[in-house]
């Protein structure tokens, strides 16, 4: 039985990261395709607007709060989830594991050649086998062939590495067409994993600022993450109006 907190009408998972590892493991002996969604502030904000992505969050198996200001907004609301779960740490968190036979993942996402070189980089793991990758820049026609191929390697994850709402809506719409266990969201994890962008220091995740870091890093997202304190200044809105 989930936990569930309700933020903007959203449903996210309170859990804590073994928590989530744990589910995992316990989706993986499913035999449907368990959508795991990611979201932070901004995803949060969009799908405030976007009434196919919060349909989306709600339906789907799993979703966790990736960014510190879900936390933060939980808390604002008097419900509080128990940690941030970053979605590029629960796959981290997968690559750990040590199941009775390998788990067969798939990357899709990603610039021309990221995902090949994320699982080139991740290639050793004792628990995890990389069976296909396929950029996230296919047109429409490509896609049943994708599909097949995903379906023909028995993959156990698909990891989707496409952007949000893009990756969210992608992995909704195929959801009865992929024989996968679980097909997970997981925004720009692939370029951190081949190593093109560097991950947020310690001390700027520890402090709730990896934004802070993206934004120096990359100033064009500016707009983007406008999104964050308009998010909180909602959930303080409708935290005073419905008391
Ligand atoms: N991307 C993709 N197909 C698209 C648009 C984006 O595969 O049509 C990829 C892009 O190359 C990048 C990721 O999606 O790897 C989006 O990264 P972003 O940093 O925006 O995601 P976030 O981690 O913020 O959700």
Avoid at 47 to 66: A, C, G, H, Q, T
């Amino acid at each position: 039985m989930r936990k569930c907190v309700r933020i903007l009408d959203v449903n996210v998972d309170d859990l804590t990261m073994d928590g989530a590892i744990d589910s995992i493991v316990k989706l993986l002996k499913d035999d449907k395709n368990n959508i795991i969604c990611t979201p932070n502030a901004e995803i949060m904000m969009t799908s405030y607007k976007d009434d196919e992505l919060r349909f989306i969050l709600n339906e789907s198996s799993m979703v966790i709060p990736d960014g510190c200001g879900v936390v933060l907004a939980s808390k604002i609301l008097g419900v509080p989830l128990k940690e941030r779960v970053a979605g590029y740490d629960l796959v981290q968190g997968i690559f750990k594991l040590k199941l009775d036979r390998k788990i067969r993942m798939f990357l899709l996402g990603g610039a021309p050649l990221v995902a090949k070189r994320a699982a080139e980089r991740y290639a050793n793991l004792e628990g995890v086998e990389f069976v296909g990758y396929y950029d996230g820049y296919f047109t429409e026609e490509e896609e049943p062939g994708i599909i097949d191929r995903i379906n023909e390697l028995d993959v156990d994850i698909l990891l989707v590495g496409m952007g949000a709402p893009k990756q969210e809506k992608w992995m909704y719409k195929n959801k009865d067409k992929l024989k996968v266990k679980i097909s997970m969201g997981v925004g720009g994890s692939f370029d951190i994993m081949a190593g093109e962008v560097k991950r947020a220091p310690k001390f700027f995740r520890d402090n709730g600022l990896e934004w802070f870091y993206r934004l120096c890093k990359q100033p064009t997202r500016l707009k983007r993450m406008l999104k964050l304190p308009r998010f909180i200044l909602l959930v303080i809105y409708k935290r005073l109006v419905n008391g």
